[in-house]
T-cell receptor, first 111, second 114 residues
Framework: TQLLEQSPQFLSIQEGENLTVYCNSS?????LQWYRQEPGEGPVLLVT?????EVKKLKRLTFQFGDARKDSSLHITAAQPGDTGLYLC???????????FGDGTTLTVKP | DAGVIQSPRHEVTEMGQEVTLRCKPI?????LFWYRQTMMRGLELLIY????????DSGMPEDRFSAKMPNASFSTLKIQPSEPRDSAVYFC????????????FGEGSRLTVL
């Protein structure tokens, strides 16, 4: 069974601060996705990383896939209240066709 | 393009009643997933289909739960009889095919069983 552990589970910071969310597993994934979910809505795809060591940037968000494709991180620079939400990582692969989701990180950015 | 469409958005019912949740995946997507989300257990995969065929239903909690996908553009998740512990938000998601990882979620159906 593939498991993904996210940390921290909860994060509350002030506007303008930087933060990093981690997603770790003992399993290798062919790709890894990050999603953001706002209250009352479904998760929305932010990015996919595929290659070990890959770094992708989406405005103030930087995503990194570990060299061994077992872990990933999400770094937010100068967080804003609009970044508030539940951040989920999900690993795909293993031939099963389904994704393994982490338990999520709930981020609150205070103005 | 239209995203994944789910109905109803909200459902309140009494214990013992039948509940049917509906999903229309994104056109051209060949894989469809049903998830349940609660505060305690997070996002749980219930069942998924490839090309309308159920592939893995090991996440379906009990025989009270059933899911069908009669064609490429429609799926249902049925709970009969419903129980208070089934209260959750149920999400449908689709993706292009089993070889891809990117899921597209609907807005969810919030179920409350009294």
């Amino acid at each position: 069974t593939q498991l993904l552990e996210q940390s921290p589970q909860f994060l509350s910071i002030q506007e303008g601060e930087n933060l990093t969310v981690y997603c770790n597993s003992s399993s290798v994934f062919s790709s890894l996705q990050w999603y953001r979910q706002e209250p009352g809505e479904g998760p929305v795809l932010l990015v996919t990383v595929v290659t070990g060591g890959e770094v992708k940037k989406l405005k103030r968000l930087t995503f990194q896939f570990g060299d061994a494709r077992k872990d990933s991180s999400l770094h937010i620079t100068a967080a804003q209240p609009g970044d508030t939400g539940l951040y989920l990582c999900a690993g795909a692969g293993g031939g099963a066709g389904k994704s393994t989701f982490g338990d999520g990180t709930t981020l609150t950015v205070k103005p | 393009d239209a995203g994944v469409i789910q109905s109803p958005r909200h459902e309140v019912t009494e214990m013992g009643q039948e509940v049917t949740l509906r999903c229309k995946p994104i056109s051209g997507h060949n894989s469809l997933f049903w998830y349940r989300q609660t505060m305690m257990r997070g996002l749980e995969l219930l069942i998924y289909f490839n090309n309308n065929v159920p592939i893995d239903d090991s996440g379906m909690p009990e025989d009270r739960f059933s899911a069908k996908m009669p064609n490429a553009s429609f799926s249902t998740l049925k709970i009969q009889p419903s129980e208070p512990r089934d209260s959750a938000v149920y999400f449908c998601a689709s993706k292009r095919g089993p070889g891809t990882g990117e899921l597209f979620f609907g807005e969810g159906s919030r179920l409350t069983v009294l």
